[in-house]
């Protein structure tokens, strides 16, 4: 008996350690729950005792911030959720560097042994595999091959080159000093291999291959970058899982290891690789990896959330709307509760009504024309067509009246008016288009409006939205800067270009024709391609305006209709057929190319001479060189101003087969600008 008492308190003590150390512990109280500002909730955890196997943390108190466990290099922790199951940390970049003997003097392949428990992956939604060097090959490896030829299930990498110093460019990760790539699901580690090739010439400015997993979101190419300093971490997503069961099926036939332990909690398939995740049920929030970590939400203290136009209560896993006594709603989640009247109130306000019959009627009848007037504004200006169209908003007539201020107009013309002016509460200003009233032009303010809400590229003006709330519809679109090349080439204080200058300007602006053209689902055609309709910004990035005569066509399809036009940008196979092609926009891009490296209207307007005219007399008489603008014609290479003329000829062809389409007229812009 004596000996039993001795032995009792350590019999004690034995029983609270093995049960400490059970996945699922019963609560975490007396464990740290934060570092470093980063909440660290079961099954992380601090501590013996306070976390689930492979999942411990460690608050590195000199870095003031969470570390993963067992690393043979210190992995900090920037972000981490037991709702989402993720987790952002900073891993090293694998690098090799070479010496003047053209051999590998050292090297890392970037493994910190982070997941030795084979809790987490690398997230292949959110990171990217990057790979920096000149001559360099650079991959990673995954899932151990059983009975192949090669040592892993999978390899992924990829290889860039340089030709010189100057290949690479900033922002650029294509192949040339950089490239990268999406990673396959399933990654464990960062471990990282290189091919060996030769660094001759190269030393000055690309010394070392480096290659290493990122946020996709957080990183840019720079040039400066060839000469990364070799311990430079990088910030990747991993993706966790209890990884003791393949299945959530088969991790609950084993009651003592599931990990799901909170009432109310579900049980979810890893979504990257094996294994499954916990989460609250819906109507519960709280951490369901321990007992009663999932709480019941009080809705009715979220409104924003949860709407109730009624009498809110709260109840386990939801909530009630009713309304009150007296009153009643078809539906109090969203529609306000009205009282109830009575019948005799009903009679004597009836009664009491009837005194009033005659100026009720003329109200109503006010009323009425007043919403037919409306309703006529709405169906002129497109309305039911607009109604469906996504991305596109509809501003109130007040919203915009601030703006429609005469002081505020920075352009007018034919078309109508041009504002400037800042929506309220917003810090980016734009620009309120005004268009004069053309009862033949009504549907076009409609086509319009669809036309761009269908595209969204950077050299294309962005519309915001349209009023419809008056006789003349009103548009809102991005305000771009400059203004309109037509401006900056003629305008009597226009501004200096050089070549390189122009060559961006029509390489972008091609660049947006051929999205029009031919990568969105239903092709545009833009039908009033000119200089005016090229808007600049701050940086002159071109971006193309006015799609009021657009058309929306299916492939191979020729529109015939009334396009209106500059007579000088005018397709003559459109006028002679009144079919409008894409080859009639390339048309007019050629004479919009051409009136920017001359700097000369399209058509003269004192003795009606055609621009295209001239170059094809220059052409034949190889004297190009004398068309062009003096202020690039002495500083510019003679090569480029010949090949602008053979794209340009190309574009006027009076044969529209021999045209070339706007894709391939971008991409020898850009090459000839490169």
Partial sequence: MPTMLILLPYLLLMALIAFSATPEAESTSGCPDSCGGIAIQYPFGIGTGCFRK?????????????????????????????????????????????????????????????????????????????????NTMGYTQSQQSEGNDYDYGYYTGCMCYCNNSRSPMDGACAGVGCCR?????????????????????????????????????????????????????????????????????????????????????????????????CNCSMGYEGNPYIANGCTDINECERHLEYPCRGVCRNTLGSYECKCRSGSHSADPFSDPCNPNFPLAAKI???????????????????????????????????????????????????????????????????????????????????????????????????????????????????????CLEVDVPILVYEYVPNGSLDRILHDSNRLPLNLDLRLQIAAQSAKGLAYM????????????????????????????????????????????????????????????????????????????LLELITRKKALDPDNNIILGNSLDTYAKKKRVIELVDPEIAAIGNTGIFHSLAEIIVQCLSSDVDQRPEMADVAERLQYLLK
């Fill in 54 to 134: 492979g999942f411990e943390i460690i608050c590195n108190q000199s870095m003031n911030k969470p570390v993963l466990a067992g690393t043979t290099k210190p992995v900090p922790v920037n972000y981490l959720s037991i709702r989402t199951a993720e987790a952002r940390v900073m891993l090293p970049v694998a690098w090799q560097c070479f010496n003047s003997s053209d051999t590998v003097y050292a090297w890392s392949d970037g493994d910190v042994k982070f997941n030795d428990e084979e809790v987490y992956r690398i997230s292949d939604t959110n990171n990217q595999l990057v790979v920096i060097g000149c």
């Fill in 181 to 277: 790539l999406d990673i396959p699901p399933g990654l464990t580690d960062n471990r990282m291999s290189f091919n060996q090739y030769t660094r001759k010439g190269r030393l000055v400015y690309s010394p070392c291959d480096y290659a290493f997993l990122v946020d996709r979101h957080n990183y840019t190419f720079h040039t400066a970058d060839l000469k990364m300093n070799i311990n430079t971490m990088k910030p990747v997503w991993l993706d966790w899982a209890i990884r003791d069961n393949l299945t959530c099926n088969e991790a609950k036939k084993d009651a003592e290891s599931y990990a799901c332990v909170s009432p109310n909690s579900e049980c979810r398939d890893s979504s990257n690789g094996i294994g499954y995740v």
């Fill in 348 to 466: 004597a306000i009836g009664a009491i009504g009837g005194f009033f019959i005659v100026a009720v009627a003329v109200f109503v009848s006010l009323l009425s024309k007043e919403k037919r007037k409306m309703k006529d504004y709405f169906r002129k200006n497109g309305g039911p067509t607009i109604e469906e169209v996504q991305k596109i908003k509809l501003f109130r007539k007040k919203e915009l009246e601030h703006i429609l201020n005469r002081s505020n107009c920075i352009g007018q013309g034919g078309f109508g008016e041009v504002y400037k002016g800042y929506i309220r509460d917003e810090t980016q200003p734009v620009a309120v288009k005004k268009p004069k009233i053309d009862v033949k032009l009504a549907g076009q303010f409609a086509n319009e409006v669809i036309i761009q809400s269908r595209v969204l590229h950077k050299n294309i003006v962005k519309l915001i939205g349209c």
């Fill in 517 to 592: 053209h031919s990568e969105i689902t239903t092709p545009i055609l833009h039908g009033d391609v000119k200089p005016a309709n090229i808007l600049l910004d701050e940086d002159f990035v071109p971006k193309i305006s006015d799609f009021g005569t657009s058309r929306m066509i299916t492939v191979d399809e020729n529109y015939a209709s009334t396009i209106i036009g500059n007579w000088g940008y005018m397709d003559p196979e459109y006028v002679l057929t009144g079919l409008y092609t894409s080859k009639s926009d390339v048309y007019s891009f050629g004479v919009v």
